[in-house]
């Protein structure tokens, strides 16, 4: 498969609020659009699977949909450091 002309374009809307002097900073996002567009002269199912097999194989689409434990290892002079999250 041969696509011509391939464009991507991501638009992410993030924020943040509180504050980081005050110790009450937290960042957030809104949503992630991804905007593709090709070029093919291949059937529509085929164009459907290549799309489909390139957003699955995506590792931030796929950090961003699926939950998983996320843990902070921090190390401060050469030794570990307790952060409360």
């Known amino acids: 498969m041969e696509p011509r002309n391939v464009r991507i374009k991501v638009d992410a809307k993030f924020f943040r609020e509180g504050s980081v002097i005050a110790g009450t900073a937290k960042s957030h996002y809104d949503s992630i659009v991804t905007d593709l567009q090709l070029e093919s002269d291949e059937p529509a199912e085929r164009i459907a699977q290549l ?21 902070l290892c921090a190390t401060v002079n050469g030794s570990p450091f307790e952060v409360a999250v």
């Open 51 to 71: 799309i489909r097999m390139a957003e699955a194989s995506c590792f931030t689409m796929a950090a961003l949909r699926n939950v998983a434990p996320v843990e």
